[in-house]
């Protein structure tokens, strides 16, 4: 069985983890939520605070080891707050060092800026982090998915579905990727 580790914290938008989490465990892999802290996380649904989501596992207990890929929420909230956050981002660079995929939506590039690895990279995100990433070595292009080696991007919630098809892919969940 798949192991996608989703890293969020209060804040995240609530379709770019809910969604491709349910897609994916649908399609047999097993996800795992992990947050700075314990207990419950809330997302944000627009324009208001949506739904919580129990954590599983804090960021200090993770080892990139363990998991087949990396799932990065957007919203504007979270990856900025987890992207102060030391573990977070060695472990993005633990999975970027073993070449494990790494998916990251919407405004959760701005933590492949951070963990400095989206240098000479075709990505793509929401429109406000594009200069993040050019200003960090990266080839910024508008299209609803960029893959280029183990980074996968996308810009929005219009996304999810080439967004999650395209990290099935990557770790062999052949059902979910035809199906999108």
């Known amino acids: ?19 491709p ?13 992990a947050s700075l802290e ?15 989501v129990d954590v599983d596992i804090t960021v200090e207990e993770v080892s990139a080891n363990d998991y087949d890929a990396l799932l990065l929420p957007g919203g504007q ?5 987890l992207r102060m956050d030391e573990n977070v981002i060695q472990l993005i660079r ?3 060092d073993a070449g494990k995929p790494i998916a990251a939506i919407c405004h959760a590039p701005w933590l492949l800026v951070e963990a400095d690895i989206v240098k000479l990279k075709v990505v793509t995100s929401w429109p406000s982090v594009r200069t993040d990433l050019r200003n960090a070595g990266a080839e910024v292009i508008d299209r609803e998915v960029a893959v280029d080696g183990n980074i996968i991007t996308s810009r929005n919630p219009d996304d999810i579905p080439a967004f999650t098809a395209a990290l099935a892919d990557a770790i062999g969940l052949q059902t979910l990727a035809k199906a999108a």
């Open 21 to 33: 989490k349910a897609k994916l465990e649908d399609a047999g892999a097993e996800t795992v939520v």
């Open 94 to 96: 633990d999975f970027n």
């Open 1 to 19: 069985m798949k192991r996608i580790l989703i890293f969020a914290t209060d804040g995240f938008e609530q379709s770019e983890l809910m969604e």
């Open 38 to 52: 314990e207990g419950s996380i809330k997302g944000w649904d627009e324009k208001d605070w949506g739904e919580s």
């Open 77 to 81: 909230i979270n990856p900025d707050v």
